[in-house]
């Protein structure tokens, strides 16, 4: 699925259909605007999300929301302990033509062939489900029976899950966490946008969703992200920030303190690529410093292992991620 667009005029009113698509998402979820941001870097990155946030702020909400204005095919699946492989890849039942008696398997698609797919608690259910996904969000493919099935495009999963309750949860293995390309945290709303949300949503009055864009536009939109430009600076600066996470090759003593293992080199690609896609929701074609700061805690979030100390010590990846920020600076290279 692949939409031309051939003229520089054509590009920018498409990439002005962006911040109205911010703005009808933020009808409905209201004080979330870097969350909503986030979620759309992510989407235009061609990669996918994990969103923890407590119950009651609108997560589930944000997703239906997000796939109205798009108007793509949505699924939700709620992930349950007794959750099978199966109930998210779908699965082969045996049918009869009537005209020849002859019996047959066919492939009945589950909710992951749809464009968005929200995994609902997705640590709620056991490994083997978990890992259901894996394929689909690398390869955008399912294989089932030997046989291998193609997913529309776009095809975008966001993950939630609920960082309060412990009880009867199966952690995601750091090779899944690695497959997210953002991991997004999502707050308290500040007390006047709690009054609005109070307000808005104990009234007669509901608020409609308009669509914005459609599945094409957006597919349009990741190939763009990946024409935006980024200097060979910035580049050496990710490459940077995601070498000195691994503390046997950092000079940044607080990792060298508190982390067990670093991020891999995906974590750069990821940073890059939602760099990328940052400078294009504002309407620029290449990369600042600003957009790759602004999706370091995001990309790093997940793909840092801190050592039993640092979890004694109630010291995070974000604080982490915090300190390599200032540490580390953009080299301008002068012999170019």
């Known amino acids: 699925m692949e939409l031309q667009i051939k003229t520089e005029e054509e590009i920018n009113t498409l990439l002005e259909k962006l911040p109205f698509l911010k703005k009808e998402i933020g009808k ?13 870097i992510a989407l235009l990155s061609g990669g996918h999300a994990l969103l923890e946030g407590v119950p009651g702020l609108a997560k589930t909400l944000m997703v239906r929301t997000l ?27 045996l049918e009869e033509d009537h005209n020849t008696g002859k019996k047959f398997f066919k492939f009945n698609k589950g909710p992951i062939f749809s464009n968005i797919l929200l ?45 309060i309750e412990q009880a009867g949860t199966f952690p995601l293995p750091e090779a899944q966490l690695d497959r997210f ?17 109070l307000s808005s949503t104990t009234g007669k009055f509901k608020e409609e969703v308009n669509q914005i864009l ?4 957006i597919v349009q939109m990741q190939n763009l992200v990946r024409e935006v430009t980024i200097n060979d600076d910035l ?41 990328k896609a940052s400078a294009l ?44 920020l200032q540490n580390i600076k953009v080299v301008i290279d002068l012999n170019k």
């Open 181 to 197: 390309l953002l991991y997004i945290k999502i707050g308290y709303p500040t007390e006047k946008h709690e009054e609005e949300v």
């Open 235 to 275: 580049i050496r600066y990710v490459n940077n920030i995601v070498r000195s996470t691994r503390p046997d090759t950092t000079t940044v003593e607080y990792v060298k303190k508190w982390v067990r293992w670093g991020a891999g080199p995906r974590a750069g690609q990821a940073m890059i690529l939602t760099a």
């Open 119 to 163: 995994a609902d608690e997705i640590n709620r259910t056991p490994p083997k489900t978990q890992a259901a996904l894996l394929e689909a969000m690398q390869e955008y493919e399912v294989t089932y029976a030997g046989n291998t099935y193609p997913l529309d495009r776009p095809f975008f999963i966001l993950a939630t899950q609920n960082p």
């Open 214 to 217: 459609n599945g094409e536009e």
């Open 281 to 324: 929701i504002n309407k620029r074609y290449a990369v600042t410093e600003e957009d790759i700061n602004k999706v370091v805690h995001p990309v790093l979030r997940h793909r840092m292992l801190l050592n039993f100390r640092a979890e004694a010590e109630k010291i995070t990846t974000d604080m982490v991620a915090t300190q390599l």
């Open 28 to 40: 409905i979820i209201i004080g979330q605007d870097e969350t909503i941001e986030q979620i759309l």
């Open 67 to 93: 796939a109205k204005a798009l108007n793509v095919k949505f699924n939700r699946i709620q992930f349950t302990p007794d959750l099978m492989p199966s109930d998210i890849l779908g699965t082969e039942l």
